[in-house]
């Protein structure tokens, strides 16, 4: 794999643990970081728009404060990335 898509995988692979993360830890806040405020968001038959609905479903219990362990990490067209210990 080229350096720079290696890079690229390896930055994407940290967005989705961050992403992650929010869920056990469940603070909302670090959202503003990784999707806009505006972000449309589409399942379970909605389509919605906003940053809050993905905080809200966060802070829906049973949904969150879960603990997530990632073995490895597929990024689609590019093989495996292995996350880094």
Do not use: W
């Amino acid at each position: 794999m080229p350096d720079v898509t290696k890079s690229i995988a390896q930055r994407n692979a940290e967005v989705v643990r961050r992403y992650l993360r929010i869920f056990e830890d469940r603070r909302t806040t670090d959202l503003e970081g990784l999707m806009a405020e505006d972000v449309l968001i589409h399942g379970a038959g909605q389509h919605v728009r906003g940053r809050h609905h993905v905080e809200a479903s966060i802070l829906t219990p049973g949904l969150s404060n879960c603990r997530v362990r990632i073995d490895d990490i597929f990024a689609a067209g590019t093989g495996l990335l292995r996350p880094s210990r």
